[in-house]
């Protein structure tokens, strides 16, 4: 009962917070805001039971990514007059209703869609072996599975990265003019 | 999920008794660095500071240090940006002591039949809380320097962030080699591996498996906590004060009681990880119990063996402390791209080959 | 009406894309198209968490590692890309690019 009335009290708060995060005017306002929802979900994880991915929601997400946000923000030191911060328009308030008649729609379509969850996990518990979710062995069945079945990926994303790594210092690097050096 | 009323609020006694350490060495830590400062440097330090008469050595100093802040003028300058400027130190401190749950304090105790685990979050996986929640401290420090609307400050915080977020990544890699050791992140078990005889005459603590880790992971948590030589941040001849610049009285002792407390909990956790934690060094807690429960019963043992483990654990983390305040007073400070150079091109690949070495040897014991 | 824990995880992972999608469709600084784009992936995450415990398999949760990683390769070359834009364009505006007229 308890862990049901947490969940679904970060949950709204979650989507609440992202809703009043995507309306500030000033960016650094808004990344703190997704720092909070972030932990929120890293909070669900947790009340899910999958207390790694929380934990390390926390470590990657909201203590790494969202600090290279938080450091190009205030980094690239935008005028205050320079932020465009207008009213909502006809076609804006028009889009909103849309997005919300497509999550009405989807929602219940998800709650047929549940019908199929049976035979799912009859396919994944079918496969040998399977790794249960376990509070007690959380660590050790993500990395088991990490580091047998999805090896291949695991060593690509980490090309992925160092391409990113690379990439990333590249492009934000500030073009040098050659000198030409004038001999006489 | 069981909903004992015994565990609730032992857990929730642990929590509290975690946060009221770590609150409380803050100015405890602050008195030894004062006087161990001034006998490094030959003078005596704050010694007439005492109760009623008696100058117990000064002790009642960070007393009087906090009155007199709490007393000061709480002065918000008008250009700053008051959420931001207001919020900033709170995050250092809330990190510091919302850390302090994972931290053992005993191995068990038996309360009306049920086991208590003397460690107030005891999940699988174990201490990357304190990981993750001190990679959270960074916000402070950003956002303090980028409220302040001032150059000095903002240059600073930048930099005293990009230090953390630098050294975070050689400290994870540097743990993960202890963590293959031991086969686990749950520092109870942990400990409890390091309560047997190694070699006949050592204690079997992580020190002796993984040198190279613990000697990365000490360098790497005196740059987290922004202590001296890495403390570019504070420095007070460079960048005015740093991120510090604008804030004054009762918020600006706020960041020193987050780094204390944050200072306390990494050595914790060093002590934990290759020091015993709260075991003795040839005597376990399991022979004390033996040895003790010919007297008494168990329970009664284990209520008795709980002082210890916590003097022993905060012994030796105080041990650790003092020589984070050796250090401070006796090695210069690092220019920042001599530190940014140490932590990616020097701390990172030994890091990454320590973990490879540890890998391969532990793989070869293990299933040979 | 007993809903159970997981199922409500992907309800709300719905809620979060759509708020996602929303924000970057009505907010033109690319700053904030990109945090849009980040509660997308978190919305995503908790979608594979939530059905990875609905399924009773870790399968979920492993992906979820992999979408941490490349949102934050995305998230780096994206704040790169603004940087350089910010200092050939000076604006961050998604409208006043339209040199290409498209």
């Not at chain 2, 610049?245 to 050595?267: K, N, P, Q, V």
């Amino acid at each position: 009962m308890l862990t049901q009335a947490s969940f679904f009290i970060l949950g709204l708060c979650s989507v609440f917070l992202s809703i009043v995060m995507l309306t500030r005017k000033w960016p650094v306002t808004a990344a703190m805001l997704l720092i909070v929802v972030m932990m929120m979900l890293a909070g669900m994880y947790g009340v899910l039971g999958a207390h790694f991915s929380a934990v390390s929601q926390i470590l990657v997400y909201a203590g790494a990514i969202m600090v290279v946000f938080v450091f190009v923000i205030m980094l690239l030191n935008i005028p205050t007059n320079e932020l465009r911060y207008g009213r909502v328009t006809l076609f804006e308030w028009l889009l909103i209703f849309f997005g919300v008649c497509i999550a009405v729609l989807l929602g219940t379509r998800v709650g047929q869609g549940y019908l199929m969850i049976e035979s799912t996990a009859a396919r994944a518990h079918a496969r040998a072996p399977y790794y249960p979710v376990s509070f007690n062995e959380n660590v050790k069945n993500v990395s088991s599975l990490l580091f047998t079945d999805y090896l291949w990926a695991f060593e690509l994303v980490s090309f992925l990265i160092l391409a990113a790594i690379v990439g990333s210092v590249v492009i934000a690097k500030k073009a040098r003019v050659n000198h030409v050096n004038k001999s006489s | 999920m069981e909903f004992s009323y015994i565990q609730i609020l032992s857990t929730v006694l642990l929590m509290l008794f975690g946060i009221a350490v770590g609150a409380q060495i803050a100015p405890i830590m602050s008195w030894v660095e004062r006087r161990q400062c001034a006998f490094i440097q030959r003078r005596l330090g704050p010694n007439r500071v005492g109760f009623f008469k008696y100058r117990v050595f000064g002790l009642a100093q960070p007393i009087a240090d906090a009155i007199k802040l709490l007393f000061k003028e709480d002065f918000i300058p008008p250009y700053v940006h008051k959420a931001f400027y207001v919020l900033a130190p709170v995050i250092p401190v809330m990190m510091g002591l919302a850390v302090t749950v994972v931290i053992p304090w005993g191995s068990h105790l038996i309360v009306g039949g049920e086991i208590v685990n003397l460690q107030a979050v005891s999940l699988n996986s174990g201490f990357l809380i304190l990981f993750a929640l001190s990679s959270l401290s960074v916000y402070g420090v950003t956002l303090a320097g980028w409220s302040s609307n001032d150059k000095y400050s903002l240059l600073g915080g930048l930099r005293a962030s990009a230090q953390m977020v630098s050294y975070e990544v050689a400290m994870g890699l540097s743990v993960v080699p202890v963590v293959l050791i031991w086969g686990t992140f749950d520092l109870q078990k942990i400990i409890a591996s390091q309560s047997t005889i190694l070699w006949g005459f050592l204690p079997n603590w992580g020190v002796f498996y993984a040198p190279v880790s613990f000697v990365i992971f000490l360098v790497t948590i005196f740059a987290e906590t922004n202590r001296l030589p890495f403390d570019l941040a504070e420095g007070e001849a460079e960048l005015v004060a740093g991120f510090l610049t604008e804030y004054g009285g009762m918020r600006w002792s706020l960041f020193f009681l987050g780094e204390y407390s944050m200072m306390f909990i990494m050595c914790a956790l060093t002590v934990c990880l290759f020091f015993g934690g709260y075991e003795l060094p040839w005597v376990s807690q399991h022979d004390l119990i033996l040895w003790l429960s010919s007297v008494v019963s168990e329970t009664v043992a284990r209520w008795l063996l709980l002082p210890l483990g916590i003097v022993v654990l905060l012994v030796k983390s105080i041990v650790l402390m003092w020589f984070f305040v050796q250090v401070r007073f006796t090695v210069p400070r690092f220019r920042y791209d001599q530190l940014m150079k140490l932590g990616w091109l020097y701390l990172l690949p030994i890091a990454l080959v320590n973990l490879a070495v540890t890998a391969l040897v532990v793989a070869f014991v293990r299933f040979h | 009406m007993s809903i159970s824990l997981p199922e409500m995880g992907i309800y709300f992972s719905l809620l979060l894309f759509l708020v996602g999608l929303l924000g970057i469709m009505l907010r033109k600084n690319i700053i904030f198209m990109m945090l849009a784009v980040e509660v997308m992936l978190n919305a995503a995450n908790l979608a594979f968490v939530s059905a990875s415990v609905l399924t009773n398999t870790i399968d979920g949760q492993v992906i979820m590692f992999f979408v941490m990683a490349v949102a934050a390769c995305e998230a780096g070359i994206g704040l790169a890309l603004i940087i350089s834009l910010y200092r050939a364009r000076n604006t961050l505006e998604a409208d006043d690019l339209r040199i290409l007229r498209g």
